[in-house]
Every structure is written in structure tokens, then in C-alpha cells.
């Protein structure tokens, strides 16, 4: 996956106004602008995501580094400068996990205000998941009764278990928020997250911390998994076999949770330089492949399901959904 993807089309139709979401999380920045359209849809009429690692060392010191703090506000002035030309009307922007651990996230803040005129609002774990799964929900299985939604993230790990009603709508039964992603498992690990024995311990490990939340009413025979984030879309772009990443493709897209996994599996055994070669994967995202798939791995272990669900999307499109809904578009 490449680290700077930016993307942008002429909307068509009739829709409403431009909206824009900013989520800056513990190791991406992305942004997405889409018009309200029909059937609670949105058309994207411009997008931006690179590669920022805000949460670089932020559990071992606690604090963002000079470094992590000036690559976030360049990734943060390109966005506003984005927006500023689709003149959205409405602008919402987010900061998780790398910053609620920060005890200088003021400051980035103040930078995001004062240096690229973008409110930044540093939100809890809760509001995370509920994000997650409002930006998620559209893809839940209609001959399934429910859904596990998970999102693995730089800093953090969300679950939420979504139920389908009588009346067709989803409804959340759990969910958590557990403070270990693909950039705070690699850090633990150092050079060991970068290799097959190193994977076998950070999968066990994972394991044991989601245990206590696994099943809790979970029906794998007829409910399914739903992965977001980095490293699910990745592994779910290898196993199409793309030659690079591809969203279209991606998104929505189907897939038998034992071939995935037989892709961990082959994912586990290669080395950095190995994996960076692959194109839905590269350079950028090779060091953290590892750390993202044993948490997959535990997961899918915890939650057996035949089927999984793989979606490119998630915070964003919550947002997006929920400002739709406060607008009244």
C-alpha cells in the first residue's frame, strides 16, 4: 500500500454539499470529501492519506517527538489545503489513540489550530469504536445476523459486536478498545516483530488479551467477521492477488477466513525487505506487517467465522455519516 495516495473525481448528480473528515491516527493521517447522495450514500469527490507515525516511541516516553509532531503538521497543512479547494462546508477532524497517550498532544492541538487552521479534537476509545462501527454497518452481511467489526489500529484495537434487528437495522451488543496496535506491538517487540518466532509470541500474546471479550454471544455459524484498517485491506489486496493496491477491489470484498489466514502464514515467514517488494504492501508498511497480522490471527482464532468481510473504510465514514445525520442532509 503506497504511504501518499491521493484520489479525486468529479461528483455527478445531484448531492448535497461538500463535507470533510480528518482522521489522524497513532501511525496515518487521511482525509475524505464526499457530497451526501441518495440511499444514504456518499460520493468522494477528494481524498489524502500518508504515512505520519504520530505515535513513534509515544508509549515508551509519553510524549510525541519533535520529529512525529512536524511530519503530522505538513501531512495536516496538505489536508487543509485540500479542503480549502473543495470549499467543504462542514469540517470535522479527529486525533486517536497516539494523541489521547501524549502528555504534550496540546501542543499538536495548538499547531494543528494555529499552522494549518484545522480544530482537532482528540476523542475517547468509546467514541472510536462507535465511529468504527456507524462507518461500517452499511457492510454487515444481509443474510447474516450480526457482524464482529474490528478495526487494528497503529495504537489501538477496536471490537464491536453488531447485531442485526427484526426490523433489518443494526445494533451494538460490545465493544472495546484495547491499547495495542501494529505500531505500539512493533515497538514492544523491536526486532523480534520482524520475524516468525517474534509473530508466534505477539499472536499468543494478543490471544490472551482478547480472551476475556471473545464470543459474548458471538453465533460464528451465522455471523460473520468485518475487518478495517491497514492491514486487513492489505492482506485482503495479497490474497485477491493485485498487484497493487487496488480500493475498489478491496472494499466490500468477500473472503474464506481460512485463505487469509494461509496468507498470514505466508506474510509470517518473509523478512522486511521481502514484503516491501510487494506491491499492496511497500516500503512504508512492511516494518509493521508482522505486529498487524498476529493480531488478525488472534482474532480470527478467538472469533471463528467461515466468512470475512473486508472494509476500506471506517472512522471517516462514520463521521461522515454522523455529521449527515446532525445536518440533516
Known sequence: MQANRTTGRKSAGRQGP???VLDLGTNNCRLLIARPAAHDRFRAVGSFSRVVRLGEGVTATGLISDEAMDRTIAA???CAEHIRKSR???VRAIATQAARLAQNSA????????EAGLDLTIISAEAEADLAALGCAPLVGHKHKGALIFDIGGGSTEIIHLGRSANGETDKKFSASLPFGVVTLAEKYGNASQSRSGFEKMRTAMTAQFLPYAQKGFDPKNEHLLGTSGTVTTLAALALKLPRYNRQRVDASWHETRHMLKIVDKVAGMDVAALAKLGPIGQERADLMLA????FGAICALWPSRMLRVADRGLREGMLRQMRQELSL
Do not use: F, W, Y
Request: hydrophobic share 50%.
Open 76 to 78: 495536516l497543512k496538505i
Open 292 to 295: 498487524g497480522s498476529a493480531i
Open 88 to 90: 467543504a462546508t462542514h
Open 107 to 114: 501542543t499538536l492541538v495548538a499547531r494543528a489550530r494555529d
Open 18 to 20: 461538500p463535507l470533510a
